[in-house]
């Protein structure tokens, strides 16, 4: 680790120097303000002298067309002035800067008639006439005076497209990171970055879908954020996928001195109830309470100012939140943070400037995945710090070039320990509910990181180009307890016995990237377009695993060599749009883009070549000991394999998987147009039409097999009072059709493609006259069709979802909704399908007496309720399936979910100074929403069919204090 930071140290020194060597790849943690100066005339002055002063301070000289460009904001508020001999000096302030947006600020001089300044308070537009993205920017304003669960997918939340896995009330789903889609895009595809780095979890996704890429490597101090920006869309060629994309943009130092605390505290006592006795006593909860939150409390500080005044700032946070949370079953999950942050600023000279950042978190849970299905026993105790360094240069080249340059390593790694150690085996009833213990995993998933980007501006041209290298290894490795006899009850005594083997994989992923834009403004038009490069490539690391007492003859010790480029992907993107300003006072504006996007590559997507893969075989037993468990002698190993997975019996050394040469990245196209309009100071409303087609999706069918190898061998038919009747046929794939080792190969899946239609409209208001708003709806529909079903699909057997053993399977349904089974994070069984309708608005109003009112609002369409049947036998030798009974995966949902929250907070000022005393109240409906159902008509019992499994936690309400200055 010292090896690390001295290097990190170094890379810091140099990065100012490296700034202007090469183009690097763009940020989108910084804001800009394009400046333009009139005469009294209305022409454009040349030569003025405009000062910036702010977070950060900068002098320019307005070039021949009246114009000043200051590039690499950090978001804050800054005050702009203007002078000129012979005109009188002009002071704009409070001109808001936002991340990845441009404020445009005209300012008029009039001829000298006296010595004052002119002293102008800035109405920052509500309309960016150049942004090419649909993006929604969340100011620290609304962060930390809204009723908010304190977290980033909290936030996102709140923007229209963009839906959950989970309902978080006061806090109750923070400890875990929420599964989240927007606009028909891959959840593999969202993107997170801090101050402008990338720290997308590049970790496990095809080979274990529970720990998918796409999430974050970290948990944060929501205090530490100056601001949030979530895009969803748009031709801007620095977006690298069509999945959500958050840029966090943490606090900085400046001349001023400013800093904070806070305490937020919640108990049951500060909680009501809203579950029915009748459904308490069917889940056995003695407490007659449900899900509900056993104890909250957060608290930190965070301080900030200059080292050396006008040279040198600093900025530094610390912060603990303890999230303590009771289910259905009373079961207790447990988590803590720690969060620590760092940052320095120096300035060299107007020109240079140079930052340093630490972030670390570390989480600790006891309890993870505690619920209905889970005891105790069975969950899992979690431990993981994660660390972040960055180094940053930038450069300012007079009025024409702008750049920066950063580098970055993140140091993450984390283990699941299951609470029931590892002496026993464990399995699962037939009500679907685990017993003594679980398996354990850990995971190590390092990150390097340099980029940077540049702007160049040429009359009416401004060029923007960039490039950037990432590293991402992976080395996971996952353990079964005991003898790794898995015994699933069917039938009790009865069982299905998997027998399964350790699991090691170890990956390195790297990425390169560049782009070229250039953005033509034409009085009222302006247009854009753009280029994206991306080079992805996956290799095997060499590593080995032990076989399993008992069965080494097919489950055998292994080694796997290392190959490089089992992975490798190039793409080339296009993206193109425009914007027109109508009328002559610009308050209307029409846009249209269009945008081709790469899908981003799993890091660990290589280890799907590898003999070591997730094995599994199966086997019938009877428990002749009454002890729930399978023992060795309790198998009947004379009726032979009843199914397998990951190897192959007859050769079991061998790899069983391969890779299409020919594969390619999965690329979505979108087409937006839209309008933005500036109703009033700070108001503005937008709408946005999108219309994206997805093609060449990732797709692993049995090597060697197509539709026509399986025969419908019955038909699965009955009744049930939620589906009604139902007869669906069952198919199995042909003895001699079987490839060795049940191999798959990975490539993309032909005669298919998915499409988004979707409609968004938002209002903004920001701050002023006493009050602010946000309000989002949108309507999404996204789909699957079937363009050549004898080759797009391979198993006419339907399912509810693909999974893990079957990733060829799903609904299959022409035209059908398109869903993801949220199985990880803490969640299980959640089938999320696009909301038809979406609703989110919050707001805040400053009445009297420093007593404000605030209020947030979510209601979406509720998730799909796929009812299905496991452990079927068709006759497939691969084994037993899972079976839809359902028409379609969403011809039935669960009901609409509202989470309506309230703020009355009182504060008292103290010159710049101010204490604020908050009230919040989470789900004021106490609405007890169900959230999750058992689906599986196999099992029985309390977690039996139909029954709930998990609702909303009740109305709970938070006490805040803090202090600001």
Partial sequence: ????????????????????????????????????????????????????????????????????????????????????????PSTSSNVQVLSGASTPLTIKLAVAGAPETVNVIAVTPAVDLKRETTTTNVTLEE??????????????????????DRVNVGGSESGQQSNYNAKGAQATDNTWSLDGVPVTDMGDSVVRPNHATGSSSFYYDFDSFQEMAVTTGGADAQNPTPGVQLSMVLKTGINTPHGGARLYFENQKLQGVNISPELAAALGDASGKGNRTDKYDDYGFDLGGPFLKDRVWVWGAMARTTNNLLTLTSASDNTQFKNTAFKADGKLNNAVR???????????????????????????????????????????????????????????????????????DYYIDDGGVVHNSYYQYQSTRPQRYIGGDASYFAGRHEMKFGAGWRRTPVDTQQIWPASHLIATWDQYPNMLVQVAR??????DARYVNGYVTDTVSLNRLTVNGGIRFDHQKSSLSAASVTGVTGFETILPTLDTPAVDGVYVWNSLTPRAGFTLAVGDAQKTVVRGSYAMFASQLTGSQAAFVSPIQYSYAYYNA???????????????????????????????????????????????????????????????????????????????????????????????????????AFSVPLYALSPSAVPPGGGKVATHRPGYHQRYLGFELSATKRMSSRWMARFGFSSNDWREYFDDPSKAILDPTRAPAA????????????GGAV???????????????????????????????????????????????????????????????TVLLAPAVDAFRLPAVTSLDGRLEKRFRFGSAQIALDFDVFNLLNAGTVLGRQYDARLTGATGFNEVLEIMNPRIARLGLRFTF
């Fill in 1 to 88: 680790m010292n090896h690390r930071i001295r290097t990190m140290a170094a890379a810091a020194a140099c990065v100012a120097a490296l700034a202007w060597v090469a183009p690097v790849r763009a940020q989108v943690s910084t804001g800009r303000v394009d400046v333009a100066i009139e005469g009294p005339a209305g022409g454009r002055l040349a030569g003025v002298n405009v000062q910036l002063d702010g977070p950060v301070a900068q002098t320019q000289i307005a070039d021949e067309h009246g114009q000043a460009h200051f590039l690499n904001l950090p978001v804050g508020t800054y005050t702009i002035k203007a002078t000129l001999p012979g005109f009188t």
């Fill in 143 to 164: 962060l930390g005076n809204l009723p908010l669960a304190r977290d980033p997918w909290v936030v996102m939340e709140t923007v229209p497209t963009v839906y959950m």
């Fill in 354 to 424: 140079g930052n340093f950042t630490y972030y670390e978190n570390n989480k600790t849970k006891d309890g993870r995945d505690a619920g209905p299905t889970r005891p105790p026993e069975t969950t899992w105790n979690q431990t993981g710090p994660a660390k972040y360094y960055k180094g940053e240069g930038t450069f300012v080249g007079g009025t024409s070039l702008a750049a920066s340059a950063k580098v970055a390593y993140v140091d993450a790694a984390f283990q699941l320990v299951p609470a029931g150690g590892l002496g026993r």
């Fill in 502 to 507: 350790d699991y090691r994989s170890a990956t």
């Fill in 622 to 724: 009877v428990d002749r000991n009454s002890d729930g468990i399978a023992q060795l002698s309790e198998i009947l190993i004379n009726q032979g394999l009843q199914g397998y997975s990951g190897f192959d019996p007859k050769n079991p050394r061998a790899a069983v998987n391969r890779v299409d040469p020919d594969g390619k990245a999965p690329v979505t196209h979108e087409w937006l147009v839209g309008f933005d309009r500036e109703l009033g100071p700070q108001f503005a409303l937008s709408g946005t039409f999108t219309y994206r087609r997805m093609l060449d999706l990732p797709w692993t069918p049995l090597i060697g097999v197509t539709q026509a190898s399986y025969t419908q061998t019955t038909t699965l038919s009955g009744s049930l009072p939620e589906v009604g």
């Fill in 803 to 814: 999974s893990s053993s079957w990733p060829f399977a799903g609904p299959q349904v022409n």
């Fill in 819 to 881: 869903v993801r089974s949220s199985t990880g994070s803490g969640k299980s069984g959640i089938y999320m399908v696009a909301p038809k309708y979406q609703i989110v608005a919050n707001g805040l109003y400053e009445a009297f007496w420093g007593v404000n009112v605030g209020a947030s609002l979510v209601t979406r369409q509720g998730f799909a309720e796929p009812f299905f049947q496991s452990n079927v036998l068709t006759g497939d030798p691969l084994g037993r399936k």
